[in-house]
């Protein structure tokens, strides 16, 4: 069966991933993403409740309006889509003018990331967005999928958070699955990645990150990480049970889209 896809185009995206994902990760109650993103795992797994983070107002904004209100957020997007405006107006009004958590922010946003360049999502320091218009044939208003992912919403227990990564892993407890797939870095400790909001995931916020996920195993959580294959994101998950895979790039500045290797990292109760 193929998996679903989100309505949200995303770098990164677990889409492509889902059938080498999936048997890492175990039964539980609750499911725990930090980083959900474009939301491709909370779509493809059965969990009882989740509890899905992300630092970026904006993608929360989007899912709790899918949740609490579908139509008017269909419509909102579809007068968009139908409408057709200048894709730099539209980026304008976002960053200057429309309110942090309306329904028109939350359709613009869906807007702005099926127009723009490969479906980046990045910010500037003063956190507007600041990707340019992409090259597109043809525009997909991804109707059918935002109500798929909005009866996926409805259909079990969800908390949705924005905030950093450190609050929700550290209220996992026993039972508790965890999976991060958070912004990867390079083999290199100097490696920055600064895209899906203003802040910075360098190297030490990963080792953070690995430090906090040790300690909710300990209170008898599992936890499931996804990152690129290389030594310095071996060296930071040595603890944890890795298995590698290959993922197609969904960007390359290069033009090279060859599978590209990456990791699965599994931490159990039993083996810390």
Known sequence: MRPEKSFLKWVGSKSRLIPQLLPHLPSGKRFIEPFV?????????????YLLCDKNWDLIN??????????????ETKSLF????????????????????????????????????????????KGEFNVPVGKH????????????????????PVELVRADFSAVIGSAKIGDVIYC???????????????YTPCKFDAETTKRLHDLLV????????????NSNNSLVREIFNDFEVYEIDA????????????AKEIIGVLTPEMV
Not at 83 to 112: G, K
Not at 181 to 193: L, V
Not at 215 to 226: C, E, P
Request: charged share 20%; net charge positive; glycine share 6%.
């Open 82 to 125: 139908e409408s057709q405006p200048d894709f730099y107006d539209v980026r304008a009004r976002f960053n200057n003018f429309t309110p942090l958590l309306s329904s028109r922010r939350a359709a613009e946003f869906i807007y702005l990331n099926r127009h723009c360049f490969n479906g980046v999502c990045r910010y500037n320091s």
């Open 137 to 156: 044939k043809r525009i997909y208003f991804p109707k059918n999928e935002m109500i798929s992912f909005s009866n996926k919403l409805i259909s079990v």
């Open 215 to 226: 300690l909710a195993v300990r209170r008898g959580a599992t936890a499931v990480i996804s």
């Open 37 to 49: 993103g474009a939301g491709n795992v909370f779509i493809n797994t059965n969990y009882d409740q």
């Open 181 to 195: 797939d958070p912004p990867y870095i390079s083999g290199t400790k100097d490696d920055i990645f600064t895209g």
């Open 62 to 75: 989007v899912y709790k309006w899918l949740r609490d209100d579908l139509a008017i957020l269909l419509n």
């Open 248 to 259: 197609r790039r969904s960007v390359a500045a290069n033009g090279n889209r060859h599978p």
